[in-house]
């Protein structure tokens, strides 16, 4: 079928490249935002779609919008069999939608109608999801409201974060992008409609997502949270290091690059790649969120579920470089090897409270939250660069304590 393609970021790169190498449709033009000022010297750059397209000597347009007349007239010209729309950042127009003799087919990173919106892929990592998958839809005016044509599922693993679960759901949309195409050409595709009681909105995220508090939140939103806002905005957070002893204190600007659970935690299911959506079920075991997930996934899923993620191991022998503790009246699980007091301070009468770092365990640095005790494996100080919580703690934190502050 002649394509006209739009979309901007690395994800809708990879689903044109998809298109592209098949060899199965023309792509006649790709459409994609203008270039935007960036990096320290804000020098224009091209989108991702841009350069591929260029590349591949496929012709591209970046209009504002739709609005002026010489645009819309302009894409119609192309008479396109249909358009392929991913994560291109406009609303479309019904009368451009309609243009198409096949309409237009969005590839949307959620199973809809859960996390309609820009950032479905975060969201779904911050709320706690166990699954998440591609949905191909029939695009309409409303915001990723039109029916499906096919949606598969793809399990989260617990420590996947939102740059690992971008490049598999890309690849998968490549994939489910052509079965929906080739269906659509045979005159095979079978629409279903969204619930919309069911749907949710995956907003934007902003630097202020990516901030950290380890004073009030619990272990697991804290690790869900770190992976969703990984790589951006970023798990930011400020540790006060402290010299009890001589009264002195600094504050460390951090950003929290990885991190686990530091319990141990029971496998947890993740599934595989799934056959066309015919069927709806409700998802086995989602997010927090209240409203419970409704998936249009065909009930082969089941049987195709296997253990992927093994458990994430607790803390082991005790490394602790010279790292101040407060540790009073703090209490361990039998199996777990206390920290070495030896040599080392602690704040005088005063138990640990959330926030506090409690020592390095295991290659990580372990930190009080309300619950329990989340562990951090990579920071990267302010100007600084990546390091292990070892080194971290040696080059920055020797003989010295240390708490997270509240935001």
């Known amino acids: 079928m002649k394509t006209v393609f739009m979309g901007t970021p690395d994800f809708a790169a990879a689903i044109l490249n998809a298109l592209i190498t098949s060899g199965q449709h023309e792509v006649i033009a790709a459409y994609t935002q203008p270039d935007r000022p960036s990096g320290r010297g804000q020098a224009l750059k091209a989108p991702p779609v841009k350069e591929l397209a260029l590349a591949h000597n496929i012709p591209v347009y970046q209009p504002l919008n ?33 243009m198409p003799r096949h309409g237009a087919v969005n590839v949307h990173a959620s199973l809809l109608p859960r996390y309609r919106g820009a950032a479905p892929i975060q969201r779904a990592i911050m709320d706690g999801c166990k699954m998440t998958g591609i949905t191909i839809m029939q695009m309409e005016a409303g915001l990723d409201t039109g029916p499906m044509l096919l949606q598969r599922a793809l399990g989260i693993g617990i420590n996947d974060n939102a740059a690992a679960l971008h490049d598999e759901l890309a690849e998968l949309g490549g994939k489910l992008l052509l079965e929906a195409l080739e269906k659509m050409e045979q005159g095979q595709a079978n629409a279903i409609a969204q619930d919309n009681s069911r749907a949710n909105y995956a907003a934007k995220l902003t630097k202020a997502d990516g901030f950290l508090d380890f004073t009030n939140t619990t272990a697991r939103q804290l690790h869900n949270t770190l992976r969703g806002v990984t790589p951006w905005p970023g798990a930011r957070a400020r540790l006060e290091k402290a010299d009890w002893a001589r009264g002195k204190t600094e504050i460390i600007e951090l950003l929290l690059e990885e991190g686990r659970l530091a319990e141990e935690s029971p496998a947890e299911e993740r599934l595989t790649e799934k056959g066309p959506a015919e069927k709806e079920r409700p998802a086995k075991e989602e997010c927090r969120a209240s409203e419970p997930a409704y998936n249009a996934v065909d009930e082969a899923a089941s049987e195709n579920a296997k253990n992927a993620n093994p458990d994430v191991k607790g803390p082991g022998q005790t490394q602790q470089a010279g790292l101040q503790t407060q540790q009073t009246g703090m209490q361990t699980q039998p199996a777990r090897t206390q920290p070495q007091q030896a040599g080392l301070q602690t704040q005088p009468d005063r138990q640990a409270q959330p926030g506090d770092v409690l020592g390095l365990y295991d290659d990580a640095l372990l930190v009080k939250t309300p619950d329990g005790v989340y562990a951090l494996t990579r920071l990267r100080p302010a100007g600084g660069k990546s390091l292990r919580a070892a080194d971290f703690v040696n080059g920055y934190l020797k003989n010295s304590g240390a708490r997270f502050l509240p935001g």
């Open 66 to 98: 739709f609005k002026a007349e010489e645009d819309r007239a302009q894409i119609a010209a192309l008479k396109a069999d249909v358009f392929v729309v991913a994560a291109y950042g406009l609303i479309l127009p019904q009368a451009l939608l309609d």
